[in-house]
């Protein structure tokens, strides 16, 4: 177990997901500069009441730890920071702050040495792709369709980072213990989002006849 400065968010954020910050607050200003000094590494987690601005959130206990890769001045006092989640892990405690949220947290990264299962993963891909297919019918845009061979070379991370889901959902692929829970969490959750948005396209087809 360590201590460690948390970044509360209001977005799930994957081990191996990249993703940009960008840093206003003065005490996440001053959380980017103690990480920068240090092992370049913090703690991220849902929001669970509250926002991501002024404090006073309550957060999930399951979140990701996560390392900064590169730190842009836009200006004083406004930063953008290139990150990316390394491992999950679970908060132990939430310590009192001071200047920024810090908790006791440990590893709870799951076994990825484990075959994943092509037949469920070629299932996923094939969710995936249905899912935007809708969501582009829904929105009348033409949007280019996921390449399922590229799709099905990521990481179950990576797939549950793409697929459209909403943050609740996503929280529960994090909360996965292991990799078959996580395969077969995102099946059913990806055959539910798809399951829904077919039924609103065809919804929306006929109240247009």
């Known amino acids: 177990m360590a201590v460690t400065p948390m970044f509360p968010l209001g ?7 990249s993703f940009d910050l960008r840093i206003f607050e003065p005490r996440y200003l001053k959380l980017v500069g103690d990480v920068m000094a240090s092992d370049n590494c913090f703690g991220t987690c849902l929001i669970e009441k509250g926002s991501e601005v002024g404090g006073k959130d309550s957060r999930f206990s399951i979140g990701t730890l996560c390392e900064v890769k590169e730190v842009i001045e836009l200006s ?13 892990i679970t908060v132990q405690e939430w310590l009192p702050e001071k200047y920024y949220p810090k908790a006791v947290i440990r590893s709870s990264a799951i076994d990825s040495s484990k075959k994943r299962d092509c037949e469920r993963i070629d299932k996923i891909v094939d969710e995936i792709g249905k899912c935007y297919s809708f969501i582009s019918d829904l929105r009348d845009m033409n949007l280019p369709r996921p390449n399922s061979h590229e799709l099905a070379a990521l990481t179950l991370y990576q797939l549950s980072d793409l697929a459209p ?26 055959v539910d989002e798809r399951e829904m948005l ?9 109240d247009n006849n």
């Open 76 to 88: 004083k006092d406004n930063l953008f920071v290139t990150c990316i989640g390394i491992e999950k």
């Open 165 to 190: 889901l909403g943050q609740m959902n996503r929280y529960r692929l994090l909360e996965s213990e292991n990799l078959d829970n996580l395969e077969e969490t995102l099946y059913s959750l990806l």
């Open 198 to 206: 077919e039924g609103l396209l065809r919804l929306r087809n006929s």
């Open 11 to 17: 977005a799930v954020i994957f081990p191996t997901q």
